[in-house]
């Protein structure tokens, strides 16, 4: 099973926030992209553990952006 994830990053709360598509219902944030990914890895297969048996592959589709002053 496929899911997809976006994930962009909150400047003002400083962290990645991630939510799947298909509204499966998963939603988190971490810190650094790593941390994003290893909570991802856990939460996954927990809330669909009884539905589907796995393996389940995470495509995580992060966006950032920067505002950069003229020269």
């Known amino acids: 099973m496929n ?3 976006d994930a962009f990053w909150d400047d003002e ?8 598509r298909d509204g ?6 971490a810190g650094t992209m790593e ?5 991802l ?4 297969p927990d809330l669909l ?3 589907y048996q796995g393996p389940f592959e995470i495509e995580l589709i992060a966006r950032s952006h920067q505002t950069v002053a003229a020269a």
């Open 3 to 5: 899911i997809v994830v």
């Open 35 to 39: 941390q994003l990914q290893q909570k």
């Open 24 to 29: 499966i219902g998963i939603a988190t944030e």
């Open 13 to 20: 709360a400083k962290v990645w926030v991630a939510s799947a």
């Open 41 to 44: 890895s856990i939460i996954v």
């Open 49 to 51: 553990a009884e539905d």
